[in-house]
């Protein structure tokens, strides 16, 4: 179960469906459909971001995978027991995930990675089962506001009971001892201004798998 739309080509979202024929035209070896969840159902951890990247995920089928993002996340995951093999930004580089599950808030890459409002409504069907299936789900780690906003309404919660705050943790009375981590998303944009620092997210990891050990 990868929990993406039925088909690749799915038509949910006509805006969406527009960008990914004209993205066909430009760049036919992409993937360019819904992309598929990263790691196992059975993780203690979800970690949601925003939707595919142009030449990342949408290209490769994994999110984060040949993009800025992941050359933050990747690694640090790896450093922290959290991943094995060497991320080397493809889809078969055998780089593997351990108790973690990666996903985005939209499955299909959207025009200047910005979802609508109604594209966000539209694909939290996935997410919202994503989550009601991860049996041992202790953790979601939200990576920037539309992350955060998307599994609150996933997990039909009002935004005034978590407001988004870097390194906040937060107690969600949907699912017994499951706790939402906020940060500031790994993209190059983050990192070059200073936002976010790669040892800021690296605390954000660490806290994770001090609470996952206890």
């Known amino acids: 179960m990868d929990f993406t739309p039925p088909q690749k080509e799915c038509d949910l979202c006509p805006r969406l469906c527009a960008y990914r024929k004209k993205n066909r035209e430009k760049y036919p070896h992409y993937h360019n459909g819904p992309v598929t969840p990263f790691g196992d159902l059975s993780a203690e951890i979800l970690i949601v971001g925003l939707a595919p990247g142009l030449n990342g995920a949408n290209q490769t089928n994994r ?19 959290f991943a094995q093999g ?7 580089d055998g780089y593997k995930l351990l108790n973690v599950r990666i996903t985005n808030a939209v499955r299909c890459v959207p025009p200047e990675n910005k979802p609508t409002t109604e594209e966000e409504k539209t694909c939290r069907q996935f997410l919202i089962k994503e989550i009601a299936a991860m049996s041992n789900l202790k953790i979601i780690l939200c990576l920037g506001t539309i992350s955060h906003k998307n599994v609150l309404q996933a997990l039909g919660l009002k935004q005034s009971y978590a407001k988004f705050k870097h390194g906040e943790l937060y107690a969600l009375p949907a699912r017994q001892q499951l706790t939402l981590i906020d940060s500031y998303h790994t993209s190059r944009y983050n990192i070059n201004t200073g936002v976010l620092t790669y040892e800021m997210f690296e605390e954000i990891i660490k806290k994770i798998k001090g609470l996952i050990n206890q």
């Open 86 to 92: 060497e991320y080397e930004k493809r889809k078969d």
């Open 63 to 81: 999110p984060f995978t040949n993009d800025y993002a992941g050359d933050v996340l990747y690694p640090i995951l790896k450093k922290y027991g």
